[in-house]
């Protein structure tokens, strides 16, 4: 890794206000300071687009970019277009990250051969007012016969860090031949994160502190919305056996299955939560 590194980060925001200053000033007093700030205002309706810009107005690292209304993968997609850093992260609007977020998933890029790194999350479910750390359990390292797709399915299959594409800073080389799919509304953070993988050979690395912290049940998350359609879970399970390939084998098979098994699991508890 070269010294200093350029960082971006893509901020999608759209009808948070309420939760941006807080976004915002985790972002600019980040321990590491050299930082690309992209702000992606998706046609806010209420003063998040001042907000940006009132924050672009003070530090010179931030660019805001004004659309209308598309959509977050398109914000995304937008962001990734204007991203010039050496890598890059994604950080939700209504979320916040902690000072040394940064400077910690950088760490594992002096390895030439990491592809990726993952933090944990300190978890905050808003309604019940409860809050945990989740995510800093160590995982095993891929074993010497098993696949790099059998491996992702574990890690996918074992918790959820994986799925989300916030905690996490990829390569900007490999992301700009990538794009968030716009035709869904349901885990296009995880087939975005898969389809990164797809093109990398490098290690995946584990950052085991709870870096990124995750606002569930804001008024603009879409999550309790979708979670609760079975088929929504069925187009991502059809978009994973896609990406697995035709012939998987047999680890990859049980793998996938015990993924499947949990999903199943999620939607179930979705549905309960929503009642």
């Not at 590194?5 to 050299?34: A, E, F, M, R």
């Not at 047999?250 to 939607?267: D, G, N, P, Q």
Request: glycine share 4%.
């Amino acid at each position: 890794m070269k010294t200093n590194p350029l960082v971006s980060i893509v901020i999608p925001i759209y009808n948070t206000s309420k939760y941006l200053p807080s976004c915002l000033d985790s972002v600019v007093s980040q321990t590491y300071g050299n930082l690309e700030i992209i702000l992606v205002d998706d046609g806010a309706t209420d003063d998040s687009g001042k907000i940006a810009d009132k924050y672009a107005k003070k530090d010179p690292r931030i660019t805001v970019i004004h659309q209308k209304n598309q959509g977050q993968s398109t914000a995304r997609n937008n962001g990734i277009k204007k991203a010039t850093g050496d890598y890059i992260s994604f950080i939700d609007a209504d979320d916040k990250i902690k000072p040394t977020f940064i400077a910690d998933l950088l760490a594992p890029f002096n390895d030439a051969n990491a592809s990726l790194s993952v933090c944990g999350m300190h978890y905050k479910r808003l309604k019940q007012n409860t809050a945990n750390d989740v995510y800093i359990n160590p995982l095993r390292p891929p074993r010497k016969s098993e696949s790099r797709k059998a491996y992702i399915l574990y890690l996918l299959a074992v918790d959820g860090r994986m799925y989300s594409s916030v905690n996490k800073l990829y390569r900007t080389k490999t992301v700009k031949s990538l794009q968030f799919d716009k035709s869904l509304n349901f885990a296009e953070d995880t087939k975005f994160v898969l389809d990164y993988l797809d093109k990398t050979t490098g290690t995946i690395n584990f950052v085991l502190k709870p870096l990124y912290v995750y606002n569930f049940g804001t008024s603009t998350s879409t999550i309790n919305r979708t979670a609760i359609n079975w088929q929504n879970w069925q187009t991502s399970y059809q978009n994973l056996k896609s990406w697995l390939g035709p012939h998987p084998a047999l680890t990859e098979k049980f793998w996938l299955h015990t993924v499947h098994l949990r999903w199943r699991i999620s939607f179930i508890r979705s549905k309960k939560r929503a009642k």
